[in-house]
């Protein structure tokens, strides 16, 4: 396969289309400090897509599916629900089963949004879901 030269590119002519600050305003620093820590850098990206004290939010289904299941969560249930949904994304997990007590919750990680909540009176068959977390 024969691929021309000059067909793509180089790190230095990429360099100076881009300018200097963010990289095609991704937000991705050019410049980083020698001493910042890989951990840093990462934690820096994923700030807004933690779970840490932003709270859960419900779908319009998971509204429904409380309320016509009676299901009335405490606060202490709803933090160890949002520990389960911030143990899930720490694990990389998309789409979780997340148990608290005798209830179940389908919870979009990316998305921080509970899908909907099942309890003790029903079937439990789980599908599209990528991992679970018992709490």
């Known amino acids: 396969m024969n ?3 000059n067909q793509f590119p180089s790190i230095e002519q990429m ?3 881009l300018g200097t600050g963010n990289i095609g305003g991704t937000g ?3 410049k980083i ?9 990462l934690e820096q990206q994923f700030t807004g897509h933690e779970l840490t004290g932003q709270g859960l939010k419900f779908s319009k289904h998971a509204y429904e599916r409380l309320a016509s299941r009676n299901i009335d969560l405490t606060k202490e249930q709803l933090e160890r629900l949002e ?13 979780s089963l997340v148990m608290v007590d005798n209830l179940a919750f389908i ?9 909907t909540a099942v309890n003790d009176g029903e079937d ?9 977390v018992v709490i």
């Not at 919870?107 to 899908?115: A, G, L, R, S, Y």
């Not at 439990?124 to 679970?132: E, L």
């Open 3 to 5: 691929i021309p030269v």
């Open 15 to 17: 360099t100076r289309r």
């Open 28 to 30: 991705y620093p050019k």
């Open 33 to 41: 400090s020698p001493d910042t820590s890989f951990q840093k850098i």
């Open 83 to 95: 520990t389960g949904a911030k143990k899930a994304f720490e694990k990389g997990i998309n789409e």
């Open 107 to 115: 919870v979009n990680i990316q998305n921080n949004t509970v899908i």
């Open 124 to 132: 439990k068959v789980f599908t599209n879901i990528d991992g679970a």
